[in-house]
């Protein structure tokens, strides 16, 4: 009798054991489903560069990178379903940094022209703009006509520079190139040169926000329209999906509300949509 108690005893201890062991690896397949599901539902970070020295489209305000076009960026992105990660790498930088595919996206004033579509991909247009000329009051430029013979200072590898090149002549000396707008309007504003050319938002906003210096825009139908869009790698996957979340965006407001809150007027969609 004892020997039967003892081993039914035995038996109980076994189908407990077993039992427990089945909860245990239940809850840990239950546990691990869940780590999976809840990481294939986190949105996949992207690493976004950009020139934050144009400002008010991109620039750093306390370390952070600020302006109209990461206000963008990051809608469309919430739109697409992805996180951001933005980081200032200079104007030059950004370009190797999308070619080389260690960035996935840049957003930088970029404009949309034949010449980069050979190397890289593009979104479609989100931003209209042109070039005009930044002067002193009182200088003798009245157009960009007048601009043959003077020192004009111009932000490097940009639109402002092509249309100098093309108004004046490719490796003309007295086409002064920086680094960014910023140095470029410095050198005016010391003597250095007699006027700059950049995009419109970009000396309309200085010119704006600096009233002491004395400074007016000029625009000149020389310089044709422009349009900006997300720089991608030759060959990204994310075009099409930023294309969708981008038009969403220009079609629920939320394009229109960004537009007001840095300049104050209402955008021209529509310009946009027929570039499409």
């Known amino acids: 009798m004892k020997t039967t108690r003892k ?36 949105p996949k970070k992207l690493r976004v560069v950009t ?3 144009y400002a008010p489209m991109e620039f750093q305000d306390k370390g952070e990178v600020v302006g109209f076009d990461i206000d963008f960026i990051k809608a469309v992105a919430e739109e697409a379903g992805y996180e951001l990660e933005v980081e200032h ?6 370009f190797v940094e999308i070619e080389s595919k260690r ?8 404009t949309i022209t034949e010449e980069r579509k050979q190397s890289y991909a593009f979104s479609v247009p989100y931003f209209q703009s042109t070039n005009k000329i930044l002067v002193p009051e009182g200088s003798d430029i009245q157009n960009a006509e007048n601009l043959k013979g003077k020192k004009v200072a111009v932000q490097n590898g940009t639109t402002g520079q092509m249309a100098m090149d093309a108004l004046i002549g490719k490796n003309d000396p007295n086409i002064k190139k920086f680094e960014d707008n910023n140095l470029a309007i410095m050198e005016m504003e010391s003597g250095g040169a007699d006027a700059v050319v950049a995009d419109n938002m970009i000396v309309e906003e200085y010119a704006k926000n600096n009233p002491d210096k004395k400074l007016k825009v000029i625009e000149d139908s020389a310089f044709d329209s422009e349009f900006y869009g997300l720089l991608f790698p030759q060959d990204s996957e994310l075009v099409e999906e930023f294309n969708k ?8 407001g939320t394009y229109s509300e960004i537009y007001q809150e840095w300049f104050g007027i209402e955008p021209n969609i529509k310009v946009l949509k027929e570039q499409q």
């Not at 960035?103 to 970029?110: E, K, N, V």
């Not at 979340?245 to 629920?252: E, G, Q, R, S, Y």
């Open 7 to 42: 081993a039914i005893w035995g038996i109980v201890l076994l189908l407990m054991a077993f039992l427990a062991a089945c909860g245990t690896t239940a809850e840990e397949t239950s546990s691990s489903q869940e780590e999976g599901q809840s990481e294939a539902e986190a």
């Open 51 to 53: 020139d934050a020295a």
């Open 89 to 94: 790498v200079g104007w030059d930088p950004i």
């Open 103 to 110: 960035a996935d996206i840049a957003i930088s004033s970029i």
């Open 245 to 252: 979340a981008i038009n969403a965006v220009l079609d629920n």
